[in-house]
């Protein structure tokens, strides 16, 4: 599938570990032409942590995608009345924007901008990256996987012995996924 020219969201949450990982991937979606919207949770935006600044982050951003990124509810609303978007990428998904997710909550930017792009009936595809998806987050993946227009890039556990509950998505399987949701199919295998 020829994905140059696709109008791709990407919306970060606050799992600083994978920061590093995603923007490579995000790297890779721009070289292959796709024109991406960059997108950050408040935390994600303004949360210094050993893995880096968020000025870095952001910085490394609008620089790969050449677009600004959005950073409040204000400016991420407008992705639902313009309706540009093919699809839109929660990569990393944390556990607590999956939570929301699963329960309706709007309360940070990335979540208006899923909001706002479900309501355009187009695909949403989650890379998660959370120490509780087999724990208290097993409920709101289960009820993800059941709502319309929603798909999981693969995931699998990380570290079973360290960290039992932890799940964290197979980041170099964007691409494939992001194929498979645009036909409104889910990638499988999905647990990997
Ligand atoms: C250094 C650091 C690493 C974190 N890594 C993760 C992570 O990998 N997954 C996760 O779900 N939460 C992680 N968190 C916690 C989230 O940042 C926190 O739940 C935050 O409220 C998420 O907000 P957001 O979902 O709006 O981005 C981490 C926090 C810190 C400070």
Redesign the pocket.
């Known amino acids: 599938m020829d994905l140059q020219g696709l109008n791709v969201g990407i919306c970060m949450?606050?799992?600083?570990?994978?920061f590093k990982n995603i923007i490579e991937q995000i790297k890779l979606l721009k070289d292959m032409g796709m024109n991406l919207t960059p997108i950050m949770?408040?935390?994600?935006a303004s949360?210094n942590?050993?893995?880096g600044t968020a000025e870095y982050f952001i910085k490394e951003l609008e620089d790969i995608t050449g677009k600004n990124v959005i950073r409040t509810i204000e400016d991420a609303e407008p992705i639902g009345p313009q309706n540009k978007l093919d699809i839109m990428i929660a990569a990393?998904c944390?556990?607590?924007?999956l939570a929301?997710l699963n329960h309706g909550i709007t309360d940070?930017p990335?979540l208006m901008a899923c909001k706002a792009h479900l309501r355009n009936n187009k695909p949403l595809l989650i890379a998660l990256?959370?120490?509780?998806a087999l724990g208290s987050n097993f409920e709101n993946i289960g009820g993800l996987f059941n709502k319309k227009n929603i798909y999981f890039v693969p995931f699998g556990q990380d570290d079973c012995i360290k960290k039992p509950r932890s799940m964290v998505a197979k980041f170099d399987l964007i691409v494939p996924s992001i194929e498979k949701a645009l036909e409104g199919i889910q990638i499988q295998p999905v647990i990997v």
């Open positions: 949450c606050g799992s600083f570990c994978t949770s408040y935390n994600a949360t942590t050993r893995f990393p944390t556990g607590n924007t929301k940070t990335v990256a959370t120490n509780d």
